[in-house]
């Protein structure tokens, strides 16, 4: 076999001009082969033996790529591409699997999602059957974004989440001296900002009952509120893990071992459907409020975890020299060993971050409807039946963009604070 | 005379003590959720998650069905407004935790009354507003017109932890039919995995059947089977422990149909007031001190009547002229060939 | 600051030192205490008594998928139990394996000189890492397997294999004198182990190398066959037959049935522990000094051998904590079978039984155990594995 394609002798830098028209001839032989193939249907080597035309195209790239195999060749690119892809037969397989793949799969996706897709019409009459149908996404985008909130009061939502943002983005650019003004107004007195203007019910807005929120911004109100409270609650937890007291240290074992130790359902039912039972009678907490607890509660024990690897990481130098200087337990911790543990956790914290925001479409099962949650109420509604797909599509977008954005985020934030060090 | 002064001061605050916990106590007696439903100045209730005649809320998210009117009966008798009530969503999950939790006051969701329920989970069933029975529906395709052509091999979808779950599995038993259990928690999968082919029969009570069928992308593709395989009482349930709310909520229901069964309706009750039968004058509030006996004041029943009807009013309203069960089977009164017979209001 | 308080207690050293556990310790006890009256109470009034005597219960209920326990509805809630565990550790057991093959190919590709190669390894792991795996698993179960064709027309592999939208016909494989097999595979391993244990001390000793591996591959393929010929085992097949119900129903009987739930559930956990796993493998290799590589070429190993004698142990040090942890997460993520009709423990025994029952602490408390004790286990097993291959300090 090989002293047949070594007719025209092996590819050597010498015979460049020989070798290179031939291979890239062949190689795109196979290509056009495949295009054909799978977009239109016309099969060019029909001539050929049935089991052979499957492997046509394998056999012209494959022939292609050797002779465009050749080593040093003093052309830049086709040293970088044979370096890369072509390095010895084994990859060159891969790669051709992999482009024929490709070339087979994206062009049917790419129809699919955007060239026979619907997007102009107000029925689902307007769909057609062959793309997908995002007139559906687009009548129920507010639904999807808000979730029940009635029309009229959505700017609150809009309100409390555009001053979040405009308070985070500010922390960045702000001097010092105000930095820790804006930290505790953050994390103090913006919650309750945040919490009457959605709720209502002071101040003359009208009351929103907890079972119409929903949509992104819920995913988005639980993430910030549960944030906002595991964070001092991990603290706590991881400096109780490392104190010598028995009692504290046991205590704090066994709280954050057992929230890492059940799976996020089964807290949820909890909070749902046990807890209740705790309280007095009479007394009635809104589920949604039991939710978030119980998901603060959780997180909170894997954000201890990832303090108290920081507080590993610190020297021990540190602890002796602040004790040196007479300093208690609070002040010694507050001014001196969380400010510098803190900043080496800060991409486990933006994990943890990021793991609660995609851990958030579980509240779906206990009755809460987020963004995933709505989408299944859309999708049943008698007149809009069999989107399911285009609905988790879009979902699945939209979580990718901002998961992906924020573990983004983390890796250069992990970049900057390495070399701090 | 200073020690007069004050023996008669402390006699008139005992005396008015006493009168302050004397009217407290006939507004209210010792119901808690009565106090709470007043102070709060709506109607908890908990309903399903959309079945159409039942408990379905529209566009604009204004609720209706034969459930949704116990509960408006409720407020219109306690608040003198039937509007005053919010609607709480709730799967068959959550259902009874929700009401044993104090999320909700009532729970009127169309809920089979059984022993087990009844004594077992700290629940009480106040009443019973639709007769039903369980049933099965297939496609008009498949063949199968009786429950007696179902083969070993099928396989069944059904809604968790309901009477259907259990009931399903007690036929099949009997009858030495194998079968395969699908069991999802909301009511529109089930529709959308017996739609989609995942299984080839969906049992649930037969009204539930003829209100889902709606949701169907083909609803005239299927049919539901003549056989109903077990008893299906489905009524409002309140919390074991507040005896005069139990009361309120079960002569709330029992209003309505008597009402129907003396010729009472929306539109005549203010005339009634007139009329010669002295038991028509009772339940108008005319005559007698029903009222007084649950903590309400007399025109409670008369509201309940004007504001949301007779029984009949609200079964022609939600189930008969929307098409899902154009007759009344079983949910006759018991004068007309029905089984509804209520203990009387007096 | 007051003085009071805190001059008091500089008298007393011992109190002071001592007092902040009480007051933990007070908290505490105060929080269960008020818990577990108000609980108690509650359960009065509603009437309701609190105790696991609902265990022994009927369940009358039945379960889809019983591949191993024996149940159907007499039996008591108990049983339904046992049936949920061993679902649960089923659908863990099928996505850690298929996890792990995943993660270790995508995981090396990522390393890969084919720039190709290692940028769809990346792709991959950037996009099923960054969506919900909730979402993961309701595109699968609602989106992908919902489009597959009714019995009739099912996917045919081959006469052997059927899938259709109510799941993966496979043929069942009966056994007679099954229990003869198993242990000759028992025997096998414990016949393999010996071989290597031998072949390595007579390597240390004179340097004879014996082909162990060779010699194993032998013992475990001939004895089992061995079986057959005299110790009266035979194997036979159930094939899965298409049986008509009625005009459009048809159904695949005999064989076993693989539901479609968990194929989703399996699918969606493979393929979103295999990204983190994928991670983990990476971090392993590259963590193995460039140095080791270059010093084992250097006395003459062949790629392979550099790869599996010195590559290998060193990596695994490193792969393996992380990637059990994955293990345990796949397992409790597991538990979103709730949320489609897969019979897993949280869906039968905190779904069905509880709302049959309506004992929401006792169950949530058993179920909230039981995961627990599995965590408990492998964080054991992974403390123990840390301590034997820790490298010891000079």
Sequence with gaps: MIKIINLLGTPSREKFSLFVPIGIFLFSLGLI???????????????????????????????????????????????????????????????????????????????????????????????????????????????????????????????????????????????????????????????????????????????????AWGGLSLTFIISVFALILCFPIGMFLALGRRSSAPVTRYASIGFIEFWRGVPLITVLFMASVMFPMFLPDGVYMDKLFRVIIAITLFEAAYMAEVIRGGLQALPRGQYDA?????????????????PQALKLVIPGIANTFLALVKDTPLILVVGLLELVGMIDMAKTNPDWLGFATEGYVFAGILFWIICFNMSRYSQRLEEKYKTDR | MLKYIKQLTSLVAVIAVLFAFTTESMAAKKSKTLKNTIKKGFVRCGVSQGLPGFSNADAS??????????????????????????????????????????????????????????????????????????????????????????????????????????????????????????????????????????????????????????????????????????????GPVVRQGDAVWEDIVRWSLNIMIEAEEYGINSS???????????????????????????GLDNDWSLRIIKQVGNYGESYKRNISDTGILPDRGPNELWTKGGILYVPPAR | MNL????????????????????????????????????????????????????????SFDISFTPFVEYDGTKPYAKAYLVGLVNTLIVAAIGIFFATILGVIIGISRLSSNYLISKISEW????????????????????????????????????????????????????TNGSVFLFSIVAAIVAIFFVFKYTRIQQEKSGRRIPAFLISLGIIIVLPLLTFLIG???????????????????????????????????????????????????????????????????????????????????????????????????????????????????????????????????????????????????????????????????
Aim: aromatic share 12%; with cysteine; hydrophobic share 50%.
């Design chain 1, 33 to 211: 082969d495949v295009t054909l193939n799978s977009l239109f249907d016309v099969n060019i080597t029909s001539f050929f033996p049935r089991g052979l035309n499957y492997f046509t195209p394998l056999i012209f790239g494959f022939l292609g790529l050797y002779y465009l195999r050749i080593e040093f060749s003093g052309n830049k690119m086709l040293d970088k591409l044979n370096i890369n892809i072509n390095s010895n037969w084994f990859n060159s397989i891969l790669t051709l699997l992999i482009i024929f793949v490709l070339i087979q799969n994206i062009p049917p996706l790419l129809n699919w999602l955007i060239i026979d897709a619907n997007f102009v019409g107000t029925t689902k009459k307007d769909c057609s059957d062959s793309g997908a149908c995002w007139i559906f996404i687009k009548i129920w985008f507010p639904r999807l974004m808000y979730g029940l909130y009635p029309n009229a009061e959505l700017w609150r939502i809009n309100t409390s989440f555009i001053m979040l943002i405009t308070l985070v983005v500010a922390l960045f650019y702000i001097p010092i001296k105000l930095k820790k003004y804006l930290i505790i107004f953050l994390i103090f007195v913006f919650p309750f900002i945040m919490f009457n203007l959605i709720h209502g019910g002071n101040f003359g807005l009208v009351w929103v009952e907890t079972t």
């Design chain 1, 322 to 338: 602040a004790k040196s200087l007479g300093m208690g337990y609070w002040r010694l911790h507050l001014l001196v060993i969380l």
């Design chain 2, 61 to 234: 998210g204004n609720w209706t069905g034969v459930d949704v009117d116990v509960c408006r009966a409720v407020a219109a008798a306690v608040l003198g407004d039937a509007s005053k009530v919010k609607f709480t969503p709730l799967s068959a999950k959550e259902r009874f935790t929700a009401l044993i939790a104090g999320e909700i006051d009532i729970l009127s969701r169309n809920t089979t009354w059984t022993l087990s329920r009844d004594a077992d989970i700290g629940l009480t069933f106040v009443g019973v507003n639709f007769y039903d029975g369980q049933g099965f529906m297939v496609r008009k395709s498949s063949g199968i017109t009786s429950t007696s052509d179902f083969k070993s091999g099928l396989s069944a979808c059904v809604n968790i932890g309901t009477t259907t779950e259990l009931n399903m599995r007690d036929f099949f038993t009997a009858n030495g039919i194998t079968y395969e259990p699908v069991v999802f928690e909301k009511a529109d999968e089930v529709v959308a995995a017996y739609d989609s082919g995942r299984c080839d029969t969906y049992t649930t009570d037969k009204s539930g059947l003829a209100a889902q069928r709606t949701k169907l992308s083909n609803p005239d593709d299927h049919i539901v089977l003549p056989e109903t395989i077990s008893k299906e009482p489905l």
């Design chain 2, 268 to 294: 005549n009750a203010d005339a009634m007031k007139t009329s010669e039968n002295p038991q028509i004058k009772r339940l108008v509030g005319a005559e007698g001190e029903l009222g007084a006996a649950l």
């Design chain 3, 4 to 59: 009071g308080i805190t001059t008091f207690l500089d008298k007393r050293p011992k109190i002071k030192k001592y007092f902040p556990q009480i007051i933990t310790l007070l908290f505490i006890i105060f929080i269960f205490g008020y818990f577990t009256y108000n609980a108690r109470v509650n359960m009065d009034t509603r009437g309701i008594d609190f105790g696991l005597r609902f265990l022994g219960e009927e369940a």
């Design chain 3, 124 to 175: 991959y792991i950037e996009i099923f890492r960054n969506i919900p795996l909730l979402l993961q698993l309701f595109f699968w179960y609602f989106a992908a397997l919902r489009a597959l064709p009714l019995p009739k027309e099912a996917i045919n592999f081959f006469d052997i294999a059927y899938l259709s939208i109510k799941g993966l016909y496979v043929p069942r494989f009966v056994w």
């Design chain 3, 232 to 394: 009266g085992v035979s194997l036979t097949f159930e094939h899965p037959e298409l049986k008509q119900l009625s005009k459009t129903i048809y159904n695949y009987i005999g064989g076993v049935a693989i539901i479609p739930e968990l194929m989703a559930l399996a699918a969606a956990l493979s393929l979103y522990t295999a990204t983190f796993i994928a991670e983990c493998v990476r971090a392993g290799i590259m963590g193995v000094t460039k140095g080791q590589k270059e010093a084992a070429a250097s006395i003459g190993l062949t790629p392979g051998q550099i790869l599996r004698l010195v590559v290998m142990p060193q990596a695994l040090r490193i792969i393996i904590p992380p990637t059990t942890n994955q293990y345990l997460n796949l397992t409790k993520n597991s538990s979103l079978a709730a949320a489609i009709a897969y019979p897993d423990l949280v869906l039968v025994f905190a779904g069905t039984a509880m709302m049959q029952t309506g004992r929401a602490i006792e169950i949530i408390s058993i179920t909230m155990l039981t995961y627990l004790s599995i965590s408990i286990a492998i964080s054991i097993l992974m403390n123990w594995y840390n301590k034997k291959i820790a490298i010891k300090e000079k």
